[in-house]
């Protein structure tokens, strides 16, 4: 997970570093067509159709092509170093420097099987000072669900990951049992390595996707076609070109017609995640908090106190409590820094509540296979980091 570099004076430092450099990489670029340009002036040698041919390349080519292609490279910029609203794109009158992520980095032991206890709980403690400024105030803290990291709402704003539309509900949710995600938590992108980000930006490339442009149903197909046939050199089957439109469909739970690009970028890093790293490294990611929700969720579907589920019920948990919270979930007001009783929207009580989707019955295969607690973890840890984000999208729609 994206952690910060260093303190906000040495953050300002890299970036004065940053733009000194990149502004000498940009005179290097424009020193050929200037020289071009003067001996142009000096030998006209050419012929009238080759001056011709260069005034219609020239023109082809339009005062707006260097723009777009700025503004595409940094685009991609962003993408690579898991960037979301830069210092540019809003006023920086009272304002803090966003901060520089570095993204993790594989271990050697990282694919060995962790030591998760059922028995054993884990103590949930926040921290005291904000994560922004560094000082303890008498006010209201906003604590992460996911990470032990908490904020003031006014450091957020100054860091323009709290705008005016969704104070409110950051305010109304951060204290409930749903919770709020942080900015590091929210962004599902910045738990790959650089070398599986370079992997996702040369599928994004080949594929013609446009960074930060939203996706409608037959761009999202299309693009899932391409993926297929890249990586099998076949045709998508028909089976699952409709599991892609069930997932479309999750990832706009609005029915807007599109997907945004942070819910397509989350849906896009978590299948990564599936598709390279084994289960174990995968569960070296979760936090405390996220054990301690799935252990309190294990124990409450195991009845009978035998350390085994039947396969339907952890199909059940995954489709209610770790997809993600429903909105009429924020009655409860419980500090997410207490992980106590499941609320109600947890798989022990959606056997009695009015759940909208239906969860389908399970088979006698699946009754009488037992699921001990490790197996239960395994099944359910890419559906417990895809609930990370604050979007009401499902970056990973359940299979049925």
């Given at each position: 997970m994206g952690v910060l570099m260093s303190r906000r004076q040495t953050v300002e430092r890299v970036q004065k570093v940053s733009l000194a450099v990149s502004a000498f990489k940009d005179g290097l670029r424009e020193q050929p067509s200037t020289r071009r340009r003067?001996?142009?002036?000096?030998?006209?040698?050419?012929?009238?159709?080759?001056e011709v041919q260069e005034g219609e390349e020239e023109a082809l080519a339009g005062p707006s092509q260097p723009e777009e292609s700025s503004a595409s490279k940094a685009a991609w910029e962003r993408l690579r170093d898991g960037r979301g609203v830069e210092p540019e794109e809003f006023d920086r009158a009272n304002r803090f420097t966003p901060p520089a992520f570095i993204r993790?980095?594989?271990?050697?032991?990282?694919?060995?099987?962790?030591?998760?206890?059922?028995e054993q709980r884990e103590q949930i403690l926040n921290d005291e000072m904000c994560e922004i400024c560094e000082v303890w105030t008498a006010e209201s803290l906003f604590p992460c669900r996911i990470c032990h990291r908490v904020y003031h709402d006014g450091c957020l704003r100054r860091m323009g990951y709290l705008q005016?539309?969704?104070?409110?509900?950051?305010?109304e949710t951060a204290h409930t049992e749903t919770g709020w995600s942080c900015y590091y938590c929210d962004n599902l992108n910045?738990?790959?390595?650089?070398?599986?980000?370079?992997?996702?930006?040369?599928?994004?490339?080949?594929?013609?996707i446009i960074p930060e442009s939203c996706l409608t149903l037959d761009d999202f197909l299309h693009y899932k076609h391409q993926v297929h046939k890249q990586q099998f050199e076949r045709t998508m089957p028909e089976a699952q070109e409709e599991q892609a439109a069930l997932q479309f469909n999750a990832l706009d739970p609005d029915k807007k017609g599109h997907i945004e690009w942070q819910d397509f970028l989350s849906h896009e890093s978590i299948q990564l995640l599936q598709k390279i790293r084994p289960q174990n490294a995968l569960l070296r990611l979760l936090t405390p908090k996220e054990r301690e929700r799935a252990r309190?969720?294990?124990?409450?579907?195991?009845?009978?106190?035998d350390g085994f589920i039947g396969e339907g019920e952890c199909r059940q948990a995954r489709h209610s409590w770790f997809r993600k919270h429903q909105k009429e979930m924020l009655s409860c007001n419980v500090s997410i820094s207490h992980v106590g009783p499941i609320s109600e929207g947890s798989p022990a009580s959606s056997r009695n509540s009015k759940s909208p989707e239906k969860i389908l019955p399970a088979t006698k295969q699946e009754e009488t296979r037992g699921i001990?607690?490790?197996?239960?973890?395994?099944?359910?840890?890419?559906?417990?980091?895809?609930?990370?984000?604050?979007?009401?999208?499902?970056?990973?729609?359940?299979?049925?």
């Amino acid at each position: 997970m994206g952690v910060l570099m260093s303190r906000r004076q040495t953050v300002e430092r890299v970036q004065k570093v940053s733009l000194a450099v990149s502004a000498f990489k940009d005179g290097l670029r424009e020193q050929p067509s200037t020289r071009r340009r003067a001996e142009a002036g000096t030998a006209r040698q050419g012929t009238l159709e080759q001056e011709v041919q260069e005034g219609e390349e020239e023109a082809l080519a339009g005062p707006s092509q260097p723009e777009e292609s700025s503004a595409s490279k940094a685009a991609w910029e962003r993408l690579r170093d898991g960037r979301g609203v830069e210092p540019e794109e809003f006023d920086r009158a009272n304002r803090f420097t966003p901060p520089a992520f570095i993204r993790p980095k594989r271990e050697l032991h990282d694919d060995e099987p962790p030591d998760i206890s059922l028995e054993q709980r884990e103590q949930i403690l926040n921290d005291e000072m904000c994560e922004i400024c560094e000082v303890w105030t008498a006010e209201s803290l906003f604590p992460c669900r996911i990470c032990h990291r908490v904020y003031h709402d006014g450091c957020l704003r100054r860091m323009g990951y709290l705008q005016k539309d969704s104070a409110v509900e950051v305010t109304e949710t951060a204290h409930t049992e749903t919770g709020w995600s942080c900015y590091y938590c929210d962004n599902l992108n910045l738990l790959l390595t650089e070398e599986e980000m370079y992997s996702l930006m040369e599928t994004l490339r080949n594929c013609k996707i446009i960074p930060e442009s939203c996706l409608t149903l037959d761009d999202f197909l299309h693009y899932k076609h391409q993926v297929h046939k890249q990586q099998f050199e076949r045709t998508m089957p028909e089976a699952q070109e409709e599991q892609a439109a069930l997932q479309f469909n999750a990832l706009d739970p609005d029915k807007k017609g599109h997907i945004e690009w942070q819910d397509f970028l989350s849906h896009e890093s978590i299948q990564l995640l599936q598709k390279i790293r084994p289960q174990n490294a995968l569960l070296r990611l979760l936090t405390p908090k996220e054990r301690e929700r799935a252990r309190a969720a294990f124990l409450a579907l195991d009845q009978d106190n035998d350390g085994f589920i039947g396969e339907g019920e952890c199909r059940q948990a995954r489709h209610s409590w770790f997809r993600k919270h429903q909105k009429e979930m924020l009655s409860c007001n419980v500090s997410i820094s207490h992980v106590g009783p499941i609320s109600e929207g947890s798989p022990a009580s959606s056997r009695n509540s009015k759940s909208p989707e239906k969860i389908l019955p399970a088979t006698k295969q699946e009754e009488t296979r037992g699921i001990d607690w490790p197996g239960f973890l395994r099944e359910n840890v890419a559906y417990i980091l895809a609930a990370r984000p604050n979007s009401a999208a499902l970056h990973l729609q359940p299979l049925a």
